[in-house]
């Protein structure tokens, strides 16, 4: 299965600022997709990233708040923009290969707005 | 430690013993499921997979239930140990490719 690089590991930024998040993975991957887990909680799917357009928001989600770069097949960004203290989460990179091939998972951002 | 899991139903059983965590999954038109395991501080790791026109799945130590009928998926681990203590999620996969997560449950094991 592929490997994912995902940076930083952790982050204490100020409220109003945007930090970004890089997703490297060793090998070419169909799909990206950004998840929010929030503390205690199970895993959000925030957005798909798709390579050379732009990226799929779920609901909830929007692109002045998240943007996403996907400029190749190895290689995505997530923003969180205008921080505020409920975007304190762990943001996780996740990558698959399609149905039945499984779906691997970055070790995550711990990010904390203060 | 991180706070995964802090808010999750709880499962402690005892060391040696079989555990069961159970999954309600949403939509009836998912093909695909995963189970995944989240240790403190880490993203989460596959643990089986389950295709829906399967019923049973072994693996070492784990077994995958699916009941399509009422939308259910378990996940049992044979002679728990203390390094399966974390947080188990179980994922479902509709035909959009999207991986779609359930609530999750925190193992505990104890001595």
């Known amino acids: 299965s592929a490997v994912i690089s995902q940076k930083p590991s952790r982050d204490i930024c100020q409220r109003g600022t945007s930090l970004t998040i890089q997703c490297q993975v060793d090998?070419?991957?169909?799909?990206m997709f950004w998840y929010r887990q929030q503390p205690g909680q199970s895993l959000t799917l925030i957005a798909t990233?798709?390579?050379?357009?732009?990226?799929?928001?779920e609901s909830g989600f929007v692109i002045d708040k998240f943007p996403i770069s996907r400029p190749n097949l190895t290689f995505s960004t997530l923003t969180v923009s205008n921080m505020s203290p409920e975007d304190s989460s762990i943001y996780l990179c996740s990558v698959g290969e399609g149905l039945g091939y499984g779906y691997t998972f970055g070790s995550g951002t711990r990010l904390t707005v203060v | 430690g991180e706070s995964v899991g802090l808010h999750l139903p709880t499962l402690s059983v005892q060391e040696g013993d079989n555990s069961i965590i159970n999954c309600a999954y949403s939509?009836?038109?998912?093909?695909?499921f995963i189970w995944y395991k989240q240790e403190s501080g880490k993203g989460p790791q596959f643990i089986i997979d389950i295709r829906s026109n399967m019923d049973k799945r072994q693996g070492q130590r784990v077994t995958v239930l699916l009941n399509k009928t009422v939308k259910h998926l378990s996940l049992q681990i044979a002679a728990t140990q203390p390094g399966d203590s974390a947080v188990y999620f179980c994922?479902?996969?509709?035909?959009?490719?999207?991986?779609?997560f359930g609530t999750g449950t925190r193992l505990q094991v104890f001595p």
């Open positions: 939509n009836s038109a998912s093909d695909y």
């Open positions: 990233a798709n390579q050379g357009s732009e990226a799929t928001y």
């Open positions: 090998s070419q991957v169909t799909m």
């Open positions: 994922a479902e996969n509709t035909n959009t490719d999207k991986l779609i």
